[in-house]
Nanobody, 115 residues
């Protein structure tokens, strides 16, 4: 069983920055992939960014050039640095891990961007 705990969400003005953290209970070095998803009210959950075990990353078009996903294997933590935030980035952000034993989700952290 893997537990994921997100933190770092909050209220920020448009143009500001936030860094989300996702701390895993297991060694993320062995995880196949970790990613950040978000879900805005009335919308489906969507991929924001993903990093695979080899280090390759993928981003949603809407966040390319503004968001950066990274990981610290020693701390078993994945980060999402969010810059130049826009009101449309407002959502609950979830961390997801894909391992050989299954797929796991965190509880989510709220990000609200005011205009």
């Amino acid at each position: 069983q893997v537990q994921l705990v997100e933190s770092g969400g909050g209220l920020v003005q448009a143009g500001g920055s936030l860094r989300l953290s996702c701390a895993a209970s297991g060694s993320i070095f062995s995880f196949n992939a970790m990613g950040w998803y978000r879900q805005a009210p009335g919308k489906q959950r969507e991929l924001v960014a993903r990093i695979i075990s080899g280090g390759s990353t993928i981003y949603a078009d809407s966040v390319k050039g503004r968001f950066t996903i990274s990981r610290d294997n020693a701390k078993n933590t994945v980060y999402l640095q969010m810059n130049s935030l826009k009101p449309e980035d407002t959502a609950v952000y979830y961390c997801k891990a894909r391992t050989g034993l299954g797929t796991y989700w965190g509880q989510g952290t709220q990000v609200t961007v005011s205009s």
